[in-house]
């Protein structure tokens, strides 16, 4: 299983990210650019203000570096990124009132994953490592007995930004501008 499409190499062994992974990452990217980060997702709400979100939904490097070496492959990662940065978003977007000085921007990232969506649309989660979809499930079935904890918005869309520069900056070739 790979994303893989001609002309498109797998750098460093890596398995190869679509062209199209490549491009909304990127624009992903400009739009996660710290300034945008601290002004939408902390100068924008109170001091110390927190969205609760389940416990799996916080996806850190570390979380990646374990799986990476469980061997969870490079497009399971990457699966597992577009589900828990997704959910991180529209959790964020649920507590913004559409008057909010940070609905537009959240709007955008909403958007451009909904274009990443297209992109893993023909993948189901039989085609990735059982942690993986077990993971993907339990966030979107989770009930109200789900384990959850308090989380800066700024510091989710931190998280985001991190992992997905660590699962898309070889593949995409991004350099370290």
Not at 62 to 90: D, K, M, P
Not at 112 to 129: C, I, M
Request: glycine letters at 6%; charged letters at 25%; one cysteine or more.
């Amino acid at each position: 299983l790979a994303f893989g499409c001609p002309g498109v190499l797998a750098v460093l062994g890596l398995e190869a990210a679509a062209p199209g992974e490549c491009e909304l990452t990127r624009l992903l990217q400009d739009k996660l650019q710290y300034e945008k980060r601290l002004q939408y997702m902390k100068h924008n709400f109170p001091i110390d203000y927190t969205v609760q979100v389940q416990y799996e939904e916080v996806l850190r490097p570390s979380n990646i570096t374990r799986l990476r070496n469980g061997t969870v492959s490079e497009v399971a990662l990457r699966y597992l990124w577009f589900h828990l940065s997704s959910q991180a978003v529209l959790r964020i977007r649920e507590v913004l009132p559409e008057k909010h000085p940070s609905w537009k921007y959240t709007q955008e990232l909403g958007h451009l994953f909904d274009a990443l969506g297209k992109e893993y649309s023909k993948y189901r989660q039989t085609d990735v490592e059982t942690v993986v979809a077990d993971l993907v499930k339990l966030v979107h079935n989770a009930g109200v007995e789900s384990r959850t904890k308090a989380v800066r918005p700024k510091a989710l869309l931190d998280n985001c930004l991190k992992v997905m520069r660590m699962l898309y900056g070889a593949p995409c070739e991004w350099g370290t501008d």
